[in-house]
């Protein structure tokens, strides 16, 4: 069974400071990772996703995420925060044969002025 | 591209009716649909998956006869939450997957059901 834990259920970061946002997973086989946001009573967008090609995915908005394998981490950072990054943030694990997604327990983030 | 749509975004609902969730995915076929619900500030639990033309897959846990899916068409799922009661009150999205883009879904912008 695949699982996946998110580190910190809220996040407080400044307008402008680092935003980083720690996930690991685990999984038997080789997984494909994925980081959503989702504002308020609104569903799920794709921020970025790792496909086991390049390790470090470029996203919109100007996030991206470093798959680690030895690390069995998913990260995602975003050099300076914005006043529209305040959302709930869910990293979900799939395997590359399934179509299921596991979601994480999301974080939430608080962008202070 | 990618477009999933959900309707209503919102419905309140009297104990004991039950309640029609459509999910349409707008450009593209949806071989494969997924139905969640999402209780505030928590995480979102897949229900179960459906694909078009045949039964849906059940997560453990969820009641079938409670929760009926039909998957009809390539481009319509629909959730009906029968007997519904104020526990039923959550959050609902449904995501779209297309053969073609088999790592990814595409989430709709969810229902809020209420139960009184």
């Known amino acids: 069974a695949q699982s996946v834990t998110q580190l910190g259920s809220h996040v407080s970061v400044s307008e402008g400071a680092l935003v980083l946002l720690r996930c690991n997973y685990s999984s038997s086989v080789p997984p494909y990772l994925f980081w959503y946001v989702q504002y308020p009573n609104q569903g799920l967008q794709l921020l970025l996703k790792?496909?086991?090609?390049?390790?470090l995915v470029k996203g919109i908005n100007g996030f991206e995420a470093e798959f680690k394998k030895s690390e069995t981490s998913f990260h995602l950072t975003k050099p300076s925060a914005h006043m529209s990054d305040a959302a709930e943030y869910f990293c979900?694990?799939?395997?590359?044969?399934?179509?299921?997604?596991?979601f994480g327990g999301g974080t939430r983030v608080l962008v202070k002025p | 591209g990618a477009v999933v749509s959900q309707h209503p975004s919102w419905v309140i609902c009297k104990s004991g009716t039950s309640v029609k969730i459509e999910c349409r995915s707008l450009?593209?076929?949806?071989?494969?649909m997924f139905w969640y619900r999402q209780f505030p500030k928590q995480s979102l639990m897949l229900m179960a998956t459906?694909?078009?033309?045949?039964?849906?897959?059940?997560e453990q846990g969820v009641e079938k006869d409670k929760f009926l899916i039909n998957h009809a068409s390539l481009t319509l799922s629909t959730l009906t939450v029968t007997s519904a009661h104020p526990e039923d009150s959550s959050f609902y999205i449904c995501?779209?997957?297309?053969?073609?883009?088999?790592?990814?879904?595409?989430f709709g912008p969810g229902t809020r059901l209420t139960v009184l």
């Open positions: 790792y496909t086991s090609a390049a390790t």
């Open positions: 995501s779209a997957s297309a053969s073609a883009t088999y790592n990814e879904q595409f």
């Open positions: 459906s694909n078009e033309g045949s039964k849906a897959t059940y």
């Open positions: 450009d593209f076929q949806a071989t494969t």
């Open positions: 979900a694990v799939k395997k590359a044969a399934g179509n299921k997604l596991t």
